[in-house]
């Protein structure tokens, strides 16, 4: 799962910069806010008003795609089990400051060998550049497939004034 100290952190706050993406690829993160609305809709009786919380935050991440959101600090896991030929699978999303990551990974056990884990960044991105490396698709159609039973704020350290004040600013628009 990802931790944010794999991350350059770059977080220029003075104003909204844009993530590198052409039309075909914002396309993909308006399909994932969607996925992530239906999740919220399957999930909702079971979350904390905390966990309803962090995942409206990545919510608001994706629908605000190219524009990056000042202040959002945030890592989160989607999980399932059983899923392929692991006991679990996930798919992560990552966004440090100007960093914008999607990966994915899984944890297969076998009595007789033991447990091996296994993850990787599909696809990343640095907002208010031209930089961005993996294949956005690839992800999104893992993502679709994904029976998520689980969800999982590794962090939330986003600064909340920071953020209202973006999208105050987006909306002004």
Not at 31 to 47: C, L, N, T, V
């Amino acid at each position: 799962m990802m931790i944010a100290d794999e991350f350059e952190e770059s977080d220029n706050d003075a104003e909204p910069s844009l993530y590198p993406l052409d039309e075909y690829e914002l396309g993909l993160m308006s399909e994932a806010s969607e996925i992530i609305r239906r999740i919220i809709q399957e999930h909702i009786p079971y979350m904390s008003a905390q966990m309803s919380f962090d995942i409206s935050c990545l919510l608001q991440v994706f629908e605000q795609m190219p524009q990056r959101i000042p202040g959002m600090y945030l890592s989160f896991t989607f999980l399932t089990p059983g899923f392929s030929e692991g006991n679990y699978g996930w798919a992560d999303v990552g966004v440090f400051g100007d960093s914008f990551n999607l990966g994915w990974g899984r944890h297969v056990y076998d009595d007789q060998v033991g447990g091996d884990t296994e993850s990787e960044t599909i696809f990343s991105t640095t907002a208010g550049t031209d930089g961005k490396k993996g294949n956005l698709e690839e992800w999104i159609r893992f993502f679709r497939e994904l029976n998520v039973e689980r969800l999982s704020c590794g962090e939330n350290e986003s600064d909340y004034e920071k953020i209202r004040y973006a999208i105050q600013y987006a909306d002004a628009d």
